[in-house]
């Protein structure tokens, strides 16, 4: 097992009530649960995502923690939240990386695997 590790497990659903078709405005919501798989405390220091629409157009992220919040993980900890992205088309992608810094000072990445943002009715 690795000292330094981070997991990070992902569920995205779509908002229909606070989206609009006509307006090209399509919202999800993912909720997201990191758990400290390593065997040393460490703290999630910032974020960075990339988001993909239907049309390939980027967008990245860039920002200190996560919903307001700097989550210390000792090893077995987990710390799940809820947030949202806002698409032009129905479906889109999503990932990205957790910076992180251990209790000894060493710096690691915890990767978010990608996963799809899509309406429910369009998926096969």
């Known amino acids: 097992m690795a000292a330094y590790e981070f997991k990070v497990s992902v569920v995205s659903r779509y908002i ?9 405005q399509y919202v999800f919501a993912y909720t997201i649960t990191i758990r ?6 460490a703290q999630l220091i910032s974020r960075h995502w990339v988001i993909t629409n239907a049309s390939n157009q ?6 200190l923690g996560v919903v307001g919040h700097q989550p210390l993980l000792q090893p077995g900890e987990q710390f799940e939240y809820t947030s949202g ?11 990205g990386e957790y910076f992180c810094v251990a209790e000894d000072g060493t710096r690691f990445e915890a990767e978010i695997p990608e996963f ?8 096969h």
Not at 116 to 123: A, E, G, K, Q
């Open 16 to 24: 229909e009530e606070q989206s609009d078709a006509d307006k090209s």
């Open 116 to 123: 799809v943002l899509t309406l429910p009715r369009t998926l």
């Open 58 to 63: 980027i967008q990245e992220i860039h920002g």
């Open 85 to 95: 992205a806002t698409l032009t088309t129905p479906q889109g992608t999503m990932y």
């Open 36 to 41: 400290n798989t390593g065997t040393i405390a």
